[in-house]
């Protein structure tokens, strides 16, 4: 697969997690294409923390209008119903603990479900935007990621950048599997059936509990 295959792949199965009713909030980057493979007999309302309730997946060219866009700054659209408001008003819904999921982008995970994604020391990064609060206020939290940056692990022993919230993270999805995250440490539940268990371990730092029931990802 190339990029954009991964991301659509990664992004189709997060999709797969949302339920009738849910508020969900997507991060900028990979998250934003969840939009685009919510089922058809569910409804879901998606959050920007630039100020929208309501957006929808992305639109053609001929459809576009910058003034709606995603928390990236990327074309969206918004849908019958949908509102949009200030940034406080934005971030009372996330501090409020009103998202029933966030779906984020991550530099870093660990076994312990600590999340790094805003900063590489050095580096000119946007800052922060909402991770902080995203992670703090949403019921749950989903990390939707390519499984390792230029063949190094991102899915670690313990994180090393700094850190966006602790013990923050409930489920991993990237191209190669899905893992969800325990006391006991991270559990893959599913796998891509192009790679095997040996080739998912070795691209991770942390050690992987093998689910007894484990299923291909679709």
Known sequence: MDKNQIQDFVAKRVAAELKDGDLVNLGIGLPTRVANFVADDINVTFQSENGFVGLGPAPDDSCIDMRIVTAGGTPSSILPGGMFFDSSTSFSIIRGGHLDMTVLGALQV?????????????????????????????????????????????????????????????????????????????????????????????????????????????
């Open 110 to 218: 660990d076994e312990k479900g600590n999340l790094a994604n805003y900063m590489i020391p050095g580096k000119m990064v946007p800052g922060m935007g909402g991770a902080m609060d995203l992670v703090a206020g949403a019921k749950q939290v989903v990390i939707a990621m390519e499984h390792t940056q230029k063949g190094n692990p991102k899915i670690l022993k313990e994180v090393n950048l700094p850190i966006t919230g602790v013990g923050v993270v409930d489920l991993i999805v990237t191209e190669m599997g899905v893992m969800k995250v325990t006391e006991e440490g991270l559990v893959l539940t599913e796998i891509n059936p192009e790679f095997t268990v040996e080739q998912v371990q070795e691209a991770t730092e942390a050690k992987l509990i093998i689910a007894d029931d484990l299923k291909e990802m679709v």
